[in-house]
């Protein structure tokens, strides 16, 4: 089975400009995760998803960032306008379900974002 | 709140010697799971270990083993007889039952392994 996939894999921008970062998550799975990591601050969770739906957005920093979720298959990460303060490594995880038998989260390969 | 430490920084061992990477862990729930990822050089964040709060075996997988006390909040990772291609980012992780199971990490501890 194909993992997380997300694209871009890398990402250069200059500041102000739109980024938009693209997720799928494993077949069949219900959770979808966005997070942020940079060296001050580590893995932080920015934002998850149950079935397509929005459950916790507390982690993402401003209104600058929003994600959608239109279909259980593609989630989109955007940053409008983009700030040199954003570039980090944006990962995107998936998993099962929750409860005994799941809640283990599958991370895709990252994109890293440069915002110059 | 749930909190994950990993107290060293980094690791730097000679081939073929073992390391073991601590994690000490804080929550009141009851449920709650623990995890070890790994991410090389690479960049990805591969998935290691998961253990539960009830079960308290210890794990071996291959050169791999995990050592999970409650009684000092540790679930610590051993690899025996490392390898250069050990040589990555390990963070511990802990995902609570009275947070929906969102996953906290640890700082990461940098392993590196030389020839």
């Known amino acids: 089975d194909a993992g997380v996939i997300q694209s871009p894999r890398h990402e250069v921008t200059e500041m102000g400009q739109e980024v938009t970062l693209r997720c799928k998550p494993i077949?069949?799975?219900?959770?979808l995760f966005w997070y942020r990591q940079t060296m001050m601050r580590g893995l932080e969770l920015l934002i998850y998803?149950?079935?397509?739906?929005?459950?916790?957005d507390s982690g993402m920093p401003e209104d600058r960032f929003s994600a959608k979720m239109p279909n259980a298959s593609f989630s989109t990460l955007k940053i409008q306008p983009s700030e040199p303060r954003d570039s980090a490594v944006y990962f995107c995880?998936?998993?099962?379900?929750?409860?005994?038998?799941?809640?283990?989260?599958?991370f895709g390969p990252g994109t890293r974002l440069l915002v110059l | 709140a749930q909190k994950v430490t990993q107290a060293q920084t980094e690791i730097s061992v000679v081939e073929k010697e073992d390391v073991t990477l601590d994690c000490v862990y804080e929550?009141?729930?009851?449920?709650?799971?623990l995890f070890w990822y790994k991410q090389p050089p690479s960049g990805e964040l591969v998935f290691l270990i998961r253990r539960n709060s009830f079960d308290e075996q210890n794990e071996i997988s291959g050169r791999y083993s995990w050592n999970f006390q409650k009684s000092t909040s540790s679930f610590n990772f051993t690899i025996t007889a490392s390898q250069v291609v050990d040589s990555a980012v390990y963070f511990c992780?802990?995902?609570?039952?009275?947070?929906?199971?969102?996953?906290?990490f640890g700082a990461g501890t940098t392993v590196t392994v030389r020839a």
């Open positions: 995880a998936s998993s099962l379900q929750r409860g005994p038998m799941g809640e283990t989260q599958y």
């Open positions: 077949s069949g799975h219900d959770y």
């Open positions: 998803f149950n079935n397509n739906v929005p459950i916790d």
């Open positions: 992780a802990l995902s609570v039952e009275g947070d929906d199971y969102k996953l906290s």
């Open positions: 929550t009141r729930d009851t449920t709650y799971y």
